[in-house]
T-cell receptor, first 114, second 114 residues
Framework: RKEVEQDPGPFNVPEGATVAFNCTYS??????FFWYRQDCRKEPKLLMS???SGNEDGRFTAQLNRASQYISLLIRDSKLSDSATYLC???????????????FGKGTKLSVKP | EPEVTQTPSHQVTQMGQEVILRCVPI?????FYWYRQILGQKVEFLVS????????KSEIFDDQFSVERPDGSNFTLKIRSTKLEDSAMYFC????????????FGAGSRLTVL
């Protein structure tokens, strides 16, 4: 079983659309959760951490369901600049811990069209 | 904004040759990492380094790989005898001691083994 699984995509949406990405993880010992964004042939960049209570950052909302081992990302009012690959990432270390062994999903590609 | 710097951006080498990839982490960071991403695949953890020693390594990080912090600023990844399957993007990352378990990635070094 893959450690972090994501919708394969690609998601092709018009500007202004709302799009949701899902992710499941296999290791129940996972303690911290993130969404990263990766542009073509670039490095991953942190989009947001994901907390149990759910959290929002502008147009982006992340949810975590520990019981189902499920993470989601919602993007509202999508922009052309949101076009990228979105990586679901988990870590068995806590948010303030020392372990940086991040487990990445393969990513979901988003293409926002005019 | 502080950044992680990697050199070279692209290296082409012959199979069997030694390669050294260099990284300058963010100056006040103390945890250092190497990840790799084969084209079209997920980002994979290789090794983490703290207090001048390896703290974790993956099964990918076999005897052909080594890491070193030769001075106060550089962090290097050496591949002793490159194989075709070592062709990938190699990302260096660093993390501070305090704060969230968030890594800052460099722009990557693309290694092509012929």
């Amino acid at each position: 079983r893959k450690e972090v699984e994501q919708d394969p995509g690609p998601f092709n949406v018009p500007e202004g659309a709302t799009v949701a990405f899902n992710c499941t993880y296999s290791n129940s010992a996972s303690q911290s959760f993130f969404w990263y964004r990766q542009d073509c042939r670039k490095e991953p960049k942190l989009l947001m951490s994901v907390y149990s209570s759910g959290n929002e950052d502008g147009r982006f909302t992340a949810q975590l369901n520990r019981a189902s081992q499920y993470i989601s990302l919602l993007i509202r009012d999508s922009k052309l600049s949101d076009s990228a690959t979105y990586l679901c990432v988990v870590n068995i270390g806590g948010y303030g811990g020392s372990q940086g062994n991040l487990i990445f999903g393969k990513g979901t590609k988003l293409s926002v069209k005019p | 904004e502080p950044e992680v710097t990697q050199t070279p951006s692209h290296q082409v080498t012959q199979m069997g040759q030694e390669v050294i990839l260099r990284c300058v982490p963010i100056s006040n960071h103390l945890y250092f990492y190497w990840y790799r991403q084969i084209l079209g695949q997920k980002v994979e953890f290789l090794v983490s380094f703290y207090n001048n020693e390896i703290s974790e390594k993956s099964e990918i990080f076999d005897d052909q790989f080594s890491v070193e912090r030769p001075d106060g600023s550089n962090f290097t990844l050496k591949i002793r005898s490159t194989k075709l399957e070592d062709s990938a993007m190699y990302f260096c990352a660093s993390k501070s001691v305090s704060g969230a378990n968030v890594l800052t990635f460099g722009a990557g070094s693309r290694l092509t083994v012929l």
